[in-house]
């Protein structure tokens, strides 16, 4: 009896594809049947590209549009990869053609286009769950249990955690996230999303009273008709006193860590977005004494070291391929879980306060160029 699968279709060949190619045909429980691109010969160069790397036994069909392998009966699920300011009406297309959806972050040019996105995920029963992969990664299920432990961190006070990379010249002049009709966000939006659902995340959901947030660099394109933001910062306030903030740019080298803080202690994840290469996945508490010994007065050092026997990347286990086995399960079942759609309503109302507050700073000005 041959296994059931669910059957993914990719609209779009962007870059990020190619890993996610990779991480259905190791799911166990998924394969790519399908193609799109505004051109068709980018979708076959895309095909060939990957199955020169990870082949298929059958090789997925190359489609002439992105409504054409919507209308297909041959795909379940679909990967969406478009440009953030194109992707409402082709996740509400998806929707409507009765396609699970993977929507890549940020999921929308705000949150009242991501309900609409949603809604009709849900009118038509099929999943919506956004593409962050850390979400699925054992760690996490490791921290979680090492902070509901109070002889760790004890009562949660403040959260921290930066994203960034430093993009070169011609990057910076070319690549879309500078570009205010596709990506408006800038970095905020392709790595603040990262640290707000961390935040988020830590806090089990709950979302904050207040933010404010500082546009530290904007930078356009030559096509791109305003700035988006390319350094930008944060801060999160919740109820009980727990503070969040967050860095994100393009213009600092490769940083991606988060830290929580709280009464007893902290707990620090040196790659908490995409793990540092090995088959081991990291991270740290730390319960350090200060200690006065008449004149001697020194700090004792109490950190362990969690380690959790999972490949950072291109494997079975690792995050990338445990989001498509999770969310081709839920295909397969016949079920949808709200959880997914929830917390990226929650994300994209966190980024759109923050972006808005950062813009309100600039008029009121009280930031100096």
């Not at 990967?79 to 959806?101: E, F, S």
């Not at 910076?172 to 990506?183: A, G, P, Y």
């Not at 950072?312 to 969310?327: D, H, M």
């Not at 295909?331 to 959880?339: A, I, N, Q, Y």
Request: aromatic share 10%.
């Amino acid at each position: 009896m041959t296994k059931r699968l669910c059957r993914w279709g990719i609209i779009s060949t962007a870059l990020i594809g190619q890993k996610n190619w990779q991480a259905i045909h190791l799911s166990g429980n998924g394969t790519v049947v399908g193609v799109a691109s505004r051109d068709p010969n980018n979708a076959r160069d895309f095909i060939e590209r990957c199955q020169s790397r990870c082949p298929y036994e059958t090789p997925p069909t190359v489609f002439d549009d992105y409504q054409s392998l919507l209308g297909s009966d041959q795909i379940d699920a679909v990967y969406i990869p478009l440009p953030t300011a194109l992707r409402k009406p082709w996740v509400i297309a998806a929707a409507n053609a009765g396609k699970h959806v993977v929507c890549e972050k940020p999921c929308a040019a705000d949150a009242d286009d991501l309900q609409e996105m949603i809604g009709a995920c849900r009118e038509n029963n099929v999943q919506f769950m956004d593409g962050v992969m850390y979400m699925h990664t054992q760690r996490m299920k490791r921290i979680r249990a090492a902070l509901d432990d109070p002889q760790n961190v004890g009562a949660i006070k403040r959260i921290a955690c930066q994203f960034s990379f430093c993009a070169p010249d011609d990057w910076m002049q070319s690549d879309i996230r500078v570009n205010s009709e596709l990506e408006p966000h800038g970095c905020l939006g392709d790595l603040g999303w990262y640290c707000i659902r961390f935040a988020l995340w830590t806090m089990n959901w709950q979302l904050p009273q207040r933010v404010t947030a500082t546009m530290l660099a904007e930078h356009a394109r030559a096509d791109s008709p305003q700035p988006v933001p390319v350094e930008f910062s944060a801060e999160l306030f919740f109820p009980d006193g727990v503070s969040a903030g967050f860095y994100c740019s393009f213009r600092t080298h490769h940083q991606q860590w988060a830290n929580i803080s709280g009464s007893r202690g902290y707990l620090y994840i040196p790659d908490f977005v995409l793990p540092y290469k090995g088959d081991q996945l990291s991270f740290e508490i730390s319960n350090a004494d200060f200690v006065i010994d008449g004149c001697d007065f020194h700090m004792d050092d109490h950190r362990q070291r969690i380690s959790v026997p999972e490949s950072a990347n291109s494997t079975a286990n690792s995050q990338e391929t445990n989001l498509f086995r999770t969310f081709g399960d839920l295909v397969l079942s016949g079920s949808t879980d709200p959880h997914w759609p929830e917390i990226s309503l929650k994300t994209q109302q966190v980024m759109d306060a923050c972006f808005v507050a950062a813009k309100q700073e600039q008029r009121s000005g009280q930031l100096v160029s």
